[in-house]
């Protein structure tokens, strides 16, 4: 897993960093990460020793903001200068880092406008214009130099985050692209939530000192390799496990075939589908090998399409009464009972998840990993609560986020495939928790390996490649 910070998580951290190191300049420590960084992006992993003839042949532009964020790119500007490369800094915003300036002057880096940059060639920019305490979105003059940059195919480092991005959030309105971003001490929610993540680039978490103790963790995908279970030569569908799937309705049979969908593409050693005689009809015309009879399961999907039933209670009471590992989505949500059975997962939406904790889906959405862990200790249960960060929460206080994906599977249906996917993992018995990590992530990952409008189905089809190349 992989920590990421809020911006507020990292100012708090270095403020206690430079309280008991109050020698330590942390600025000279991000500007040597960052002029690493550049000149690996010039020179590449081979480093030269005999380079000095090349270096006065590419140039450097440093495209500087006010504040630590252009100080840090105007001292590894300095740096850059000092060794060999020629140098332009461009001051496009506020009023620049007065010793980071100094720095860059006396190291001999030359000073150009904005109207000059688009008549000159450079091999590297650097991105120090806004950092983590930046408002979203950029000037016009800057889109235009990013179209310049881009079309001129010259290579852009970012500091911290591209210009324009929140550090807090994986939404874009106007903001930089970069080839390669380096971040200090924990990655930020713009680099790892779409669409942000996808103008950062490469990200390099750069080590200065600081340790954020807050930080969350989010997984990554050697997180899913590592948890996925893969069958051996021994295995039977029972040791694969045995998924059972009370989901649909007369009025939506839809949910139960998709549900069933993503039980089955994720790996089930056998699935069987217990829904009303309608349902259990369009799932063997869609899926022949699946069971649709009771019988030994080892974990339950439930909730999926039910609708507003009056006999809804009954019907999770009946499940529930197995004792087995549940997840419960959608409508059974809504008729909780007080006891649930241990390592049960619920997979409600924000709106889902206002409703069981009697509060405003606005607030949910305005804090859902809060309301995630508020759930959890509510009902005693695992939480995932869906959006464009999903986060899981556990009765005990942890809390992580999944692997995130694009926002393609924000469409009805993908929660019925999520909760499919989920049943399987726990039925092979993963916990609740790593179900719900596992599941999420294994999604968002296939939506991100295919990008496009694929309907939830058609995503589900898409599992198996996807599991066989991360396994």
């Given amino acids: 897993m992989r920590t990421v910070c ?4 990292m100012r708090a951290a270095e403020q206690v960093f430079l309280d008991s190191h109050p020698d330590v300049d942390l600025m000279q420590a991000a500007a040597d990460a960052l002029t690493d960084a550049a000149v690996r992006m010039l020179l590449g992993d081979e480093l030269l020793e005999d380079s000095a003839e090349w270096l006065a042949q590419q140039r450097v532009l440093v495209l500087a903001g006010p504040g630590n964020n252009g100080g840090d790119g105007l001292f590894a500007a300095a740096r850059l200068s000092e060794a060999g490369w020629l140098v332009d800094v461009c001051q496009v915003l506020g009023t620049a880092h007065q010793q ?8 001999g880096c030359g000073e150009v406008g904005l109207d000059q940059i688009a008549d000159r060639h450079y091999d590297l920019a650097i991105d120090a214009v806004l950092g983590i305490g930046g408002r979203p979105g950029i000037p016009e003059s800057l889109i235009h130099l990013d179209a310049v940059l881009r079309e001129s195919g010259t290579a852009v480092l970012a ?17 930089m692209h970069a080839t390669t971003t380096v ?5 930020k929610w713009c680099h790892v939530g779409y669409p942000a993540v996808t103008r950062c680039g490469q990200v390099i978490v750069a080590d200065i000192g600081v340790a954020v103790d807050d930080a969350d963790q989010i997984d990554d995908v050697a997180d899913l390799a590592r948890r996925w279970p893969v069958p051996g030569p021994r295995s039977s569908k029972y040791s694969r496990g045995v998924v059972g799937l009370d989901t649909g309705s007369q009025q939506y049979p839809g949910a139960g075939v998709l549900g069933v969908l993503g039980a089955l593409r994720a790996g089930a050693g056998m699935v069987r589908c217990v829904g009303p005689d309608n349902v259990r009809s369009h799932v063997v015309n869609r899926a022949p090998s699946v069971v649709c009879a009771e019988g030994r399961v080892q974990a339950w999907v439930v909730g999926s399409g039910w609708g507003p039933a009056e006999d809804n209670s009954a019907r999770l ?6 004792g087995l590992p549940t997840v419960v989505d959608a409508d059974a949500l809504a008729v909780l009972p007080r006891r649930i059975p241990e390592n049960c997962l619920f997979t409600p939406h924000a709106g889902e998840l206002a409703g069981m904790l009697g509060v405003e889906r606005a607030e949910v959405e305005a804090d859902p990993r809060g309301h995630a862990l508020a759930g959890a200790r509510m009902f005693g249960a695992t939480v995932l609560v869906k959006g464009s960060i999903q986060w899981v929460a556990d009765p005990d206080g942890q809390v992580s986020a999944a692997l995130p994906g694009p926002g393609w599977t924000g469409q009805a249906g993908s929660g019925d495939t999520l909760a499919g996917i989920c049943g399987t993992l726990l039925a092979a018995g993963l916990s609740a928790r790593e179900a719900a990590l596992t599941g999420a992530g294994i999604q968002a990952l296939a939506a991100s390996r295919h990008p496009g409008p694929y309907s939830p189905d058609q995503l589900a089809d898409l599992l198996p490649q996807v599991i066989g190349d991360l396994v």
Avoid: I, K, Y
């Fill in 183 to 187: 971040t200090f001490a924990s990655a």
């Fill in 317 to 322: 009471d009946r499940r529930l009464a197995d």
């Fill in 159 to 175: 500091v911290d985050l591209p210009s324009g991005l929140s550090a807090d959030s994986g939404e874009v309105t106007t903001a």
């Fill in 100 to 107: 980071g300036r100094r720095a860059a002057q006396t190291a």
């Fill in 6 to 9: 809020t911006a507020d998580q």
